[in-house]
């Protein structure tokens, strides 16, 4: 395990994004609809935040839910929304799409990385939907990109830690493997000592609950799924400097 490893945290707010560099995060990866597995934030959340933190900003660039499959139309919005990002400070893209069959899109993502240069590019946890692991990093290493974020194909980074661990060996200084998904105070340290991770990502959240006193408890604007209609998720400045004191 590095001696000091960089944490990316993973935030929706501009207050998530205050308490994530305070607590020492290097870097912030912002997003909305987190629910989702994170979706491409709105401009002036964009620009809110560049102003707010100092620490590196991570866009995401991610034009609905569900699968990443993209197609042209789509593929267009991501290209304006990255020079949209871009225009307004943002650090490093995150992004990723994959074919039908379950391969990297190499055409598609190649023609959105050129959009986002020169900024670094994390291909996200697309990877973790990929059909082969080993043929996606070999995708994702021809493509250029400077990172990965992956839960090594599980649900959570620790129950695909021996994947994981095997892409930072393949990689070395090639490419950056951050792993993400489910890292928690009780993980971190495991997740980091048995990959050789250099980086790691984490949402390092809590509850808070809303300001709202009246309550309508009937409607929900959202699906029956959803979370909680008066609590949202936040960055918790506690849990992200034990994050911080973990990764050394």
């Known amino acids: 395990m590095p001696d000091r490893v960089l944490l990316e945290v993973c935030i929706d707010s501009v207050e998530s994004a205050v308490a994530a ?34 620490i590196a900003v991570a866009v995401m660039i991610r034009p609905r839910g569900g699968d990443f499959c993209y197609d042209a139309t789509e593929a267009k919005v991501m290209e304006r929304d ?38 670094p590019v994390t291909f996200h946890r697309a990877f973790d939907m990929a059909r082969d692991p080993y043929e996606a990093l070999d995708a994702v290493l021809e493509l250029g990109a400077e990172r990965l ?56 959240s809590g509850g808070k609950d809303s300001r709202m006193t009246y309550r309508n408890g009937r409607v929900f604007m959202g699906g029956q799924m959803g979370p909680p209609e008066y609590a949202t998720k936040v960055a918790n400045l506690d849990r992200v400097r034990a994050f911080r004191s973990l990764a050394g």
Not at 102 to 109: A, F, I, L, P, Y
Not at 160 to 171: P, Q
Not at 181 to 204: D, F, P, Y
Request: proline share 3%.
């Open 21 to 54: 560099q305070e607590g020492g995060a290097d870097r912030v990866e912002l997003c909305t609809a987190l629910f989702e597995g994170g979706l491409t934030p709105s401009a002036g959340l964009i620009e809110t935040v560049r102003e707010r933190v100092k």
């Open 149 to 204: 974020l992956t839960s090594g194909q599980e649900k959570s980074a620790a129950e695909g830690m021996d994947l994981i661990a095997e892409l930072v060996k393949r990689c070395g200084d090639r490419l950056i493997v951050m792993p993400g998904g489910g890292v928690t105070e009780r993980n971190l340290k495991k997740i980091l000592t048995q990959t050789g991770a250099r980086e790691i990502h984490g949402s390092a």
């Open 82 to 119: 990255i020079r949209l990002a871009k225009s307004l400070g943002a650090d490093v893209i995150v992004l990723g799409s994959l074919s039908p069959d379950g391969s990297v899109d190499r055409e598609q993502t190649r023609r959105l990385m050129e959009v986002a240069r020169p900024l």
